[in-house]
Nanobody, 114 residues
Framework: VQLQASGGGLVQAGGSLRLSCVVS????????MNWYRQAPGKQRELVAS???????KYRDSVKGRFTISRDKARNTVYLQMNSLKTEDTAVYYC?????????WGQGTLVTVSS
């Protein structure tokens, strides 16, 4: 199983980035997909989730700024991040979850400068 995340980088506050996570080795359509992040010195936190049916949830601090989506044809989950803030700086991880099993990608670093 592989979850290959990409799209991180350095961006100024107010800017945008789109993260991608390509999934292989599992049936993508059967798994809920999540984006987590971990800032330096902090615990990993759930940022956004999308179910197999396309329902989405977001943590309060990113509502209205981030959008999670999935493309079954490409086995890919995306996180569109707009109006980025310095507090969004973290390593972002994609996660696939189904019935007690979960898989993690390697993370992609997002740095937002002021």
């Amino acid at each position: 199983v592989q979850l290959q995340a990409s799209g991180g980088g350095l961006v100024q506050a107010g800017g945008s980035l789109r993260l991608s996570c390509v999934v292989s080795g599992i049936v993508f359509g059967n798994h809920a997909m999540n984006w987590y992040r971990q800032a330096p010195g902090k615990q990993r936190e759930l940022v956004a989730s999308i179910t197999t049916g396309g329902s989405t949830k977001y943590r309060d601090s990113v509502k209205g700024r981030f959008t999670i989506s999935r493309d079954k044809a490409r086995n890919t989950v995306y996180l569109q991040m707009n109006s980025l803030k310095t507090e969004d700086t973290a390593v972002y991880y994609c996660n696939a979850k189904r019935e007690g099993f979960e898989y993690w990608g390697q993370g992609t670093l997002v740095t937002v400068s002021s």
